[in-house]
């Protein structure tokens, strides 16, 4: 009898509720992990929308996992319902073991988050974030000298201006060059982080408890994720340490690590918990801008009429003055491309998913308590209903459209939010306004100096266009490198570079000053 017991409750395990959003079908046990594709991930789940709707379930063995594939579905639960579908699901190794429980983006709704949630926003609000527009202004620069001094670095170039303006931002300090130690060191730490947090002996050990109990030598993937988080900890904490020597010495810049060190004196928590505040703005940060960036630049290779009438509209404005955030009102096209960049190529294809924190129903579907809910955001991006021509890079499809990311995502009505790109709900990044002047800076001062062309491949001849759908996996998506040849569009828009990053260098000049 028991025997028998035990077999029906085994043969439950992995089986799709009649109640539960529809999905793939399932095999006991393993639900629908067989299912899985080793890469393409956000093309699987497109598809899985397609043809089961704008909510469909997936089975992790016992586990189940609510996908929201429309803008509808997304307003209606992780909107508006954000005070139960804010938490996270169970991530053992990329919070316990990999983050050693600190990493904020992996952490439930718990009374820890919610600080760290409300000092988020104390420090990256729309005033203070306008207090790191000197950094956006000089670090934008000092990427546009990199393209005039070595063009063909050019995706080391924008991942050195992301990953510096955040250092500067989060820790008060430049990272100068693209081969800088702690900047190889933190791709090489978020690279690892990727790999192991999506592997599937991790996600094994995510979705059956039992297998932790096994000792270290058979979960080498344990073993290597607690060997990342003493490598990661050192490098944050140094940073940390430094920002609070500088602030002893009274010679601290505005930073988001000195705003937490001034909350910890009344607070009071640990310093492990602010270094990875800090630590966790850095690569969110940076990697997020950096893919948009350059999947802007994989565009304009592609769609070069596109790039024409962007400079069109920057030379109408700017004659040969360099431009900056004075002209965003004037340059409804290239905030156009700005919104187009990040539906287009959005970093977050499906986002960290949130967890439902109590049974709930919607669409006359069951949804249960602990659920991962997925933010389907390749799907809604790519939804031809909602944009024809999804794979096109089309900027005059914005046309009209006068809100940033924050007033858009907060909008009323769904079918008016352009992107996803930094979540729903209470989980919504609150760096939004600065990553909005990054790339407004970014996109319309590169067009300005440089001409984006196709390089020309030596056998045939022939222009090299990139491709697409050469995508990169991992926890953020990126496109696959790609090579673009970078020349100025004049000898004067040249010096004209030159001069701005001279007089940044000059002595008492103002990088001089933020030194």
């Known amino acids: 009898m028991a025997s028998t017991l035990l077999l029906w409750q085994l043969s439950k395990i992995g089986r799709r509720p009649s109640n539960y959003p ?32 704008p909510i469909y379930s997936i089975m992790f063995g016992p586990r189940v996992a609510i996908v929201l594939s429309s803008d509808v579905a997304v307003k209606d639960l992780l909107d508006k319902r954000n005070s139960i579908y804010s938490g996270r699901p169970e991530m053992y190794m990329g919070q316990d073991i990999m983050s050693g429980g600190l990493r904020p983006l992996f952490m439930g709704n718990v009374p820890v988050w919610r600080m760290v949630r409300k ?12 207090t790191y527009v000197p950094y956006q202004d000089l670090e934008v620069k000092a990427m546009l ?34 081969d800088d130690e702690d900047l190889l060191s933190m791709f090489e730490n978020f690279d690892e982080l990727s790999q192991i947090a999506t592997n599937k002996a991790g996600a094994i050990l995510d979705l059956y408890p039992i297998a932790r109990s096994l ?76 893919i948009i960036l350059v999947g802007f630049f994989e565009a304009m290779l592609v769609y070069p009429e596109v790039a024409k009438e962007a400079q069109a509209e920057i030379d109408r404005v700017c004659g040969d003055r360099m431009p900056d955030l004075n002209d965003v009102p004037d340059m409804p096209y290239i ?74 995502a907060v909008t009323g009505d769904p079918t008016k939010r352009d992107h996803y790109v930094f979540g729903a709900g209470r989980r919504l990044c609150q760096g939004m306004h600065i990553a909005d002047r990054s790339l407004f800076l970014a996109m319309s001062r590169t067009l300005w100096a440089f001409d984006l062309k196709r390089p020309i491949d030596e056998k045939t001849g022939r222009e090299i266009i990139p491709d697409v759908d050469d995508i990169q996996d991992g926890l ?17 828009r040249a010096a004209a570079v030159r001069k701005e990053w001279e007089m940044e260098n000059r002595p008492g000049g103002p990088q001089m000053e933020r030194l």
């Open 335 to 408: 905030r156009a491309c700005m919104k187009e960049s990040m539906r287009w190529m959005p970093a977050t294809a499906l986002g960290v998913p949130h967890a439902v924190t109590q049974d709930d129903s919607y669409m006359g579907y069951h949804i249960p308590k602990d659920s991962a809910v997925f933010l389907n955001v390749w799907a809604i991006q790519n939804d031809p209903q909602r944009h024809p021509d999804p794979r096109k890079y089309d900027p005059s499809r914005w046309a009209g459209d006068h809100q940033n990311s924050a007033q858009s």
């Open 145 to 178: 000298m990199g393209f005039l001094d070595s063009p063909k670095d050019f995706l080391n170039h924008i991942r050195r201006y992301t990953t510096s303006l955040t250092t500067q931002m989060a820790f008060g300090y430049r990272t100068a060059a693209s």
């Open 476 to 492: 953020f998506i990126s496109p696959a490198p790609f090579k673009a040849n970078i020349v100025p569009r004049s000898e004067s």
């Open 119 to 130: 000092l988020a926003h104390g420090i990256l609000n729309v005033k203070i974030s306008r």
């Open 215 to 290: 000792p270290d030598f058979l979960l080498p993937i344990r073993k290597a994720g607690k060997e990342y988080h003493k490598r990661e900890m050192k490098l944050f904490m140094k940073h940390f340490l430094n920002a609070r020597k500088q602030l002893k010495s009274g010679n601290a810049k505005p930073c988001c690590a000195i705003d937490l060190l001034n909350a910890q004196k009344e607070l009071g928590f640990s310093d492990e918990l602010a270094c990875y505040m800090g630590g966790s703005l850095l690569q969110a940060g940076s990697e997020t801008t950096a």
């Open 22 to 53: 529809p999905g793939p079908p399932t095999l006991p046990l393993i639900g629908n992990l067989h299912l899985m594709p080793k890469k393409h991930a956000h093309l699987q789940f497109q598809k899985w929308a397609e043809e089961y709707g």
